[in-house]
């Protein structure tokens, strides 16, 4: 079972990045995927979800209208389109899975397996 994220990089603020979550040893279709982020200095958050049953998505007020959420059950993979990036969205991203819908996604405990992360550095 496995999370492996990717698509992280530099940007300048202002620009987009797209990341992937490709998983392998499950069924994506079963889970429900968050996305969080840790910045240098401090802790883990929650970005958004976005729900197994009926493909709702979720996000933090600092990111809504900025980030879109999707899924490919059919690639196993997961994405976080980012755009209108700011310096404050310089972080590790990761994706994780969780078998419950988002209803409490901006909890770590509820997701049991995470990827190892990807740097995204938005610059001024």
């Known amino acids: 079972v496995q999370l492996v994220e990717s698509g992280g990089g530099l940007v300048q603020g202002g620009g987009s990045l797209k990341l992937s979550c490709a998983a392998s040893g499950f069924t994506l279709a079963y889970y429900s995927i968050g996305w969080f982020r840790q910045a240098p200095g401090k802790e883990r958050e929650a970005v958004s979800c976005?729900?197994?049953?009926?493909?709702?998505?979720y996000y933090v007020d600092s990111v809504k209208g900025r980030f879109i959420i999707s899924r490919d059950n059919a690639k196993n993979m997961a994405y976080l389109q980012m755009n209108s990036l700011k310096p404050d969205d310089t972080a590790v991203y990761y994706c994780a899975r969780q078998v419950g819908t988002c209803g409490y996604y901006l909890f770590e405990y509820e997701y049991d397996t995470w990827g190892q992360g990807t740097q995204v550095t938005v610059s001024l």
């Open positions: 976005i729900s197994h049953s009926d493909g709702s998505s």
